[in-house]
């Protein structure tokens, strides 16, 4: 009963989303957006929204872990962890009765490409919030006792994940996949990395990483431009792109992905089986993304998927079987997740590479690519409901060179793939894989 109650919820989720591409064709994000350069490079979003009683805030990097120096991997993540732990005139206590005296949310994050400081903030406490915000951007001392505890927080988040055998085979399969590239890793690190990092370090890369020449910072709420725009200038044209750090970011390296299928083992005391299939796929704003997009909404997103009908409905042969494309801004990787028995893991991974098949063969139909360029678009206005989504999402494009138009763009970015598109992609990309199988 709770399956035919999804089923339905999901197929009256589809029609509204029909609905609402025929009502908003018009609709757009970046229509009364202002961009702002300052003379140090740093460049300034806003957009007023007062539909919405909430002021988001997103400074947004380019530098994330993939930059993390040669054994201090983990660095980026556990200086982020650390902005929060104090500054000059706050203890990390006195922060957060502070900001929630005000009502306000106060956040750092930490991933492969970019890493941000966001907060939200009402109306009324955004003068107070913001100066809050600015001390910690400014004055952050990296206290010693606080950045140790959470060293020892990150290295046993890092140890538990090896425990699950969910997160093992995620870590084996990256591992495998990328080879010597730094994608190999999570955003946490390694354990070696965390251990070897010093606070020095950590305050050395914080310069590093807020230079204002490859930042973005967004504001999306219920503000008035002539009213915000002042005090940013004020809190952020001080600062110069003057690093002179002894840390130093790793030298990229090219990434090539090897013709030949490759296969990896690990054995756990676990009764089920877990299985991962990975192909290179095309990274962010590849013309290929698009396709690669639409290939896995029809190939393992959710219950109505191929991978779910044809795997687990109708041959029984997993118990969960998906898709995810692990869209990166470099190198990425489409991979497919199955849970199975040990005895069936042959069957089901042939019927994999049957139904990878099936797309450069017989590409899409009109009917198919209609239905997931509806989804995405209707799931993209969903997700992005929120002032700090926007805010988020207009940094982003910013940031990684597209534009923040391009926050308009992507709502047509699936209209226009072809069944031919899909063809090229599968022969293109589906050729050689990397497995990695959990199995007692």
Known sequence: MKMKSRFILVSLLTLVLA???????NFSYTANVEKVVLQNGLTILLKEN????????????GVGSVHDPVGLEGLTYLTQRNLLSGTE??????LVIELESLGTQLQTAASYDYSGVMMQSTPGSF????????DLLNHSVF???EFERERYLSLATLASLTDDPMNAIVLGYLELFYGEHPYKLSPYGSALGLSSITTQEARDWYQYMFQPEQMVLSVV????????LPLLEEGFSPWQNDYAGAVIPREQVDFIYPPENREAVINMPTEAAFLIMGYPAPASFDPDSAAMAVINGILGEGMASRLFTEIRDKRGLAYTAMSQYDERLGPSNLLIFL??????VEQARAQVLLELQRFAEEGLSEAELHQIATEKRGMYLIQNETNLNQALMLAMTELTGRGYQWVDDYMGFFADVTSEDIKEAAERYFQYYTEVLITP
Do not use: C, Y
């Not at 005139?89 to 006195?94: C, G, H, M, P």
């Not at 709420?221 to 915000?228: D, Q, R, S």
């Open 50 to 61: 007062p539909a919405f009683d909430i002021i988001a805030v997103s400074l947004l990097t």
């Open 339 to 344: 849970a199975t028995h040990p005895a069936q």
């Open 19 to 25: 609905l609402g591409s025929a009502v908003s064709a």
């Open 127 to 134: 003068g107070a919030s913001f100066a809050i915000f600015m």
């Open 89 to 94: 005139k706050r203890s990390a206590q006195e």
């Open 143 to 145: 206290p010693e006792q």
């Open 221 to 228: 709420g219920n503000f008035a431009t002539e009213e915000i």
